[in-house]
């Protein structure tokens, strides 16, 4: 442990002790891909861990028309993992995230999974418990990463609900899920750069093309669809590891109000750290 002394003219003052801890990196950090069901008919599924051992899980159940979402994916240090995710359907109404995505869950434990990875042979094995559906799939390893490998969340934009969930591996595989009250498609593809953008399309089996393009240098992330529910929706976010820079600023509005013309505005403050307003 150790104490800061901090010493001015007037005195010193010393803090209370404080411990330092060192984390080494996890050997489970990398990306896997894998399928659900026997013989892999039941859907995909794509999993991260970073090197301090935090991670996401997106689990696709196309056989149900459900998705699974895990923000906070981690995994012990005998390898075996037990999460419970956010549960989504085409019946939900998604919230703007998936960090609110469990008010959408159809139950407490049906998005439960479990299971166990192997770095000596980098396999991943597993159960959704809430579906009776395993889990098999293998690290992906690559040569060089794709400038847009990562996590990202792209909410619904305009008032409208949904959201588009990627997961882009090194090798450029990429799992996209996406949301909208009505609508829930998802599948595989591959990510295809051009410049400094990245276009990833896949076609579900309901065939609804969803398209996502990724700004390499910005992590930022926009998606569309070209039919269906999700067709009327524009979603855009960020990789997971980019900080927002969007701020609110300078806004006003004036008009003409009387005890039958009412104006209301307002705005929401999110987070738990104080900011100063001007109302």
Do not use: C, W
């Not at 960090?99 to 139950?107: G, H, L, M, Q, R």
């Not at 809430?130 to 293998?138: D, E, I, P, Q, W």
């Amino acid at each position: 442990s150790y104490s800061v002394v901090v010493t001015n003219a007037t005195g010193s003052v010393t803090s209370d002790p404080a411990a330092l801890t060192l984390v080494g990196s996890t050997p489970y950090a990398g990306t896997y891909f894998g399928k659900l069901g026997s013989g892999g008919i039941s859907g995909d599924f794509a999993a991260t861990i970073k090197s301090d051992g935090n991670g996401v899980m997106l689990l696709h159940l196309s056989s149900s028309q459900t998705a699974i979402i895990v923000t906070d994916f981690k995994v012990n240090g005998d390898g075996s993992f037990s999460v419970n995710g956010s549960v989504l359907t085409a019946a939900s109404t998604p919230d703007r995230g998936a960090a609110n995505a469990s008010k959408n869950s159809v139950s407490s434990d049906a998005g439960l999974v479990t299971g166990f990875l192997s770095p000596a042979n980098g396999t991943i094995l597993g159960m959704i418990g809430g579906y009776n559906l395993s889990l098999s799939g293998t690290k992906i390893t690559a040569s060089t990463s794709a400038d847009s490998a990562g996590f990202y969340q792209a909410p619904a934009v305009n008032g409208t609900t949904g959201a588009v969930y990627t997961l882009v591996a090194a090798d450029g595989r990429a799992l996209i899920v996406a949301q909208t009250d009505g609508s829930l498609e998802g599948g595989v593809g591959t990510a295809i750069t051009t410049n400094s953008f990245v276009s990833i399309a896949v076609t579900t089996a309901s065939g609804v093309t969803v398209t996502t393009t990724v700004n390499a240098s910005t992590g930022a992330i926009t998606a569309s669809a070209d039919k269906g529910p999700l067709a009327a929706t524009v979603f855009s976010g960020l990789r997971d590891d980019v900080r927002r820079t969007d701020r609110l600023v300078n806004i006003s509005s004036r008009s003409n109000v009387s005890s039958s013309e009412l104006m209301i505005a307002g705005f929401v403050i999110a987070g738990t750290a104080a900011k100063k307003v001007l109302i």
